[in-house]
């Protein structure tokens, strides 16, 4: 079993996947528009140069995401991309490229159960942690 977080965006998922996969040093492996799709003509005009679906994958990752459907994108509120790293350099690398142009809700740093751990809301309005393990 794999849980593969569903990201929904309102016109921006190309760009915004992107930038993650600049930032997680992952590479957008799957694209198609509305109007690549047999929906093509049931799409409004504006609408067919969004992203139906698109994926970036990079071992040990993956992530889905889509505009809309147009007018049915929903919140996103309670879900939280949580990146599972293994070095504190990673950790701190990939924090700071997700919080450039974001906001940073808490701050990088070592606790009690991490060597690194932060949250962030990114440019896109979508919440990541990124959290590198204490060894057992």
Request: with cysteine; aromatic share 10%.
């Amino acid at each position: 079993m794999q849980l593969v977080p569903y990201m929904m965006f309102n016109g921006q998922c190309r760009e915004a996947f992107a930038f993650y996969a600049k930032a997680i040093g992952a590479e957008v492996t799957y694209g198609l528009t509305y109007g690549e799709s047999p929906m093509c003509d049931e799409m409004p005009a504006d609408s067919r140069d969004w992203i139906m679906h698109s994926q970036i994958e990079a071992p040990g990752l993956m992530l889905m995401g889509a505009d809309g459907p147009p007018m049915e994108t929903p919140a996103g509120a309670g879900t939280v991309n949580n990146l599972m790293v293994d070095t504190v350099d990673e950790a701190e690398r990939l924090f700071a490229a997700l919080a450039d142009g974001g906001q940073v809700q808490q701050p990088i740093q070592e606790t009690f159960w991490a060597l690194r751990w932060g949250m962030l809301v990114d440019r896109y309005g979508k919440p990541w942690m990124v959290n590198c393990s204490r060894p057992e």
